[in-house]
């Protein structure tokens, strides 16, 4: 006799919404121009204070929709982008978090207020202070 559970687990799709965000209530809401910059490696700042990026793991479909949605890139391209960064000493990626679950990236963003996530915009937990709202397939 074979037993089998279902769970249902949530998906995001490319025409979810994605709130790039932090913990931290004194960052002001960002433009899409600053906002695309943050994750291309182009700034490193806000509001003159250093921020730490994060991202969800390399084979999550938040990534790949987030990436898609912001950038117009794909996990691939991003990844051979932010390797040349940090290859030539011009910027670090993002610190992948450990865990493709919206408590993992809550938690590493909480635990310094220099630091910056993203997340579906339904996921977000109370007191969450939204940057930049991506909305899918832009």
């Known amino acids: 006799m074979v037993f089998a559970a279902s769970f249902y687990v949530p998906k995001v799709s490319a025409s979810d919404a994605y709130a790039i965000f932090s913990m931290n209530n004194s960052f002001k809401e960002l433009s899409r121009s600053k906002a695309r910059m943050l994750y291309r490696g182009k700034t490193k700042s806000l509001q003159g204070k250093r921020v730490e990026l994060s991202d969800w793991p390399e084979r999550s479909s938040e990534r790949a929709d987030f990436y898609q949605s912001l950038l117009g890139k794909d996990v691939a391209q991003m990844n051979a982008y932010w390797a040349s960064l940090s290859f030539s000493g011009k910027a670090r990626p993002p610190?992948?978090?450990?865990?493709?679950?919206?408590?993992?990236?809550?938690?590493?963003?909480?635990?310094?207020?220099?630091?910056?996530?993203?997340?579906?915009?339904?996921?977000?937990?109370?007191?969450?202070?939204?940057?930049?709202?991506?909305?899918?397939?832009?």
């Open 95 to 138: 610190k992948e978090i450990n865990a493709a679950n919206i408590d993992a990236m809550v938690e590493w963003v909480s635990q310094k207020p220099e630091r910056i996530g993203y997340a579906p915009l339904g996921a977000l937990p109370d007191g969450a202070n939204v940057l930049y709202v991506v909305e899918g397939g832009k």
